[in-house]
């Protein structure tokens, strides 16, 4: 059973959008006035699409007329979805995965990186080896089964970031590990579209990537941008919150799950020490930060934490804030955004971390 990340952006006109891969330019065109209520908009030139990659729909939206650079960001999302992909046979993952030493792009030499760093900081919570485990459990073709022990216990010989060996213009891994990029790849597509639009001075812009929100600037009218938290358990948001120049990245057991035959749930995100879905007392964990691929790795990592050591890890490093919501109806957030939460919710219980 799948279910697709929900989480928008609140407060965003996406003109009319074309089809897949199509975009558009408003110029000079009436913005509805429950939507905007400054006349600054009037003037704005909007320039928007909807595309499909790194299996997601994906929405791009930036006030400025330029259809050369809606192109040049597409063409970098399909360039990233074709260096990252686990399923294309040319990408620089695959052929990793199949070979253990290949050479890679500047990108993917990048982010893996960086996701090993990540790795290392979250003492291993967030692992991109997971790959063989991920896949026998069916996360990778839909075809979701329940592995053995001795299955696991076997693949997990082969899980450990530590082994990845990423050299001047090859990346090596020993035969029988895999990495999969699908925790960190969109946070880093973020980053990537947002140093492009800054380069050409764009500085009202709302990125989509899937649920994965990016912000550049503030909006047109000088407000902050609202971005909807949605609630794991319905098609609706349980909060809002008002942000600028961030990503907005949320990991949740409501984004792809199955039921087992023996009628547990699993979700996608696996604890690396165990090969087990995790099974926690959250149910989602959205961070807010200035680095999209920092704040896309440390929303799996807590996630797979739990509410405690996700606590603490916040409270040594204290440059993201984090929304955390729990099975039990529960809402607990960073204090840095007191002001700038509204819970819709009025059933939740609410907590502030400090
Ligand atoms: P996200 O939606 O960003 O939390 O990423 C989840 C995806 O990352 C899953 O669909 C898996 O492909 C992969 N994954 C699952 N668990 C982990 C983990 N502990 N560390 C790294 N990647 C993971
Ligand atoms: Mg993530």
């Given at each position: 059973m799948k279910r697709s990340l929900l989480v928008v952006a609140f407060?965003?006109?996406?003109?009319?959008?074309?089809?897949?891969?199509g975009y558009n330019t408003n110029e000079d065109k009436e913005v509805s006035e429950d939507t905007y209520n400054s006349k600054m908009v009037d003037i704005?030139?909007?320039t928007s699409s909807e595309?499909?990659?790194?299996?997601?729909?994906?929405n791009i939206a930036y006030y400025a007329a330029d259809d050369k650079l809606m192109k040049n960001l597409i063409d970098k999302i399909e360039e990233l979805e074709a260096d990252f992909s686990v399923s294309l046979p040319t990408s620089d993952i695959y052929k990793l995965n199949m070979?253990?030493?290949?050479?890679v792009s500047e990108d993917t030499k990048e982010l893996v990186n960086k996701a090993i760093g990540l790795c290392k900081e979250t003492k291993g919570a967030l692992d991109i080896t997971l790959y063989p485990v991920i896949a026998e459990w069916g996360f990778i073709d839909d075809k979701y089964e329940v592995p053995t022990?001795?299955?696991?216990?076997?693949?997990l010989k082969?899980?450990?970031?530590?082994?990845?060996?990423?050299?001047?213009?090859?990346?090596?891994?020993p035969k029988g590990v895999q990495i999969d990029l699908g925790s960190v790849a969109k946070g880093y597509l973020g980053d990537e579209l947002s140093s492009m639009l800054e380069?050409?001075?764009?500085?009202?812009?709302?990125?989509?990537?899937?649920?994965?929100?990016?912000?550049?600037?503030?909006?047109?009218?000088?407000?902050?941008?609202?971005?909807?938290?949605?609630?794991p358990t319905a098609e609706d948001y349980v909060a809002v919150v008002e942000v600028d120049n961030k990503a907005v990245i949320t990991s949740g057991i409501y984004e792809r799950?199955?039921?087992?035959?023996?009628?547990?749930?699993?979700?996608?995100?696996?604890?690396?020490?165990?090969?087990?879905?995790v099974n926690n007392e959250l149910a989602s964990v959205t961070i807010i930060g200035e680095s999209g691929v920092r704040c896309d790795a440390l929303s799996t990592a807590l996630f797979v934490m739990g509410l405690q050591e996700a606590e603490n890890f916040w409270r040594q490093n204290k440059d993201f804030e984090a929304v955390f919501i729990t099975k039990s109806n529960e809402i607990y957030f960073t204090k840095g955004l007191s002001n700038n939460i509204n819970i819709i919710d009025e059933d939740l219980k609410v907590g502030v971390i400090e």
């Open positions: 407060l965003i006109v996406l003109g009319t959008v074309t089809g897949c891969n704005q030139k909007q595309i499909y990659a790194m299996d997601t729909v994906m070979q253990s030493e290949v050479r022990k001795d299955t696991l216990s076997n693949l082969y899980v450990g970031y530590k082994t990845i060996d990423v050299k001047q213009n090859t990346i090596a891994i380069a050409e001075n764009i500085d009202s812009a709302i990125l989509n990537l899937g649920g994965n929100i990016q912000t550049i600037g503030k909006k047109p009218d000088g407000t902050l941008w609202a971005v909807g938290i949605q609630n799950y199955f039921k087992g035959e023996d009628g547990n749930y699993y979700c996608h995100i696996i604890d690396p020490a165990t090969g087990m879905p």
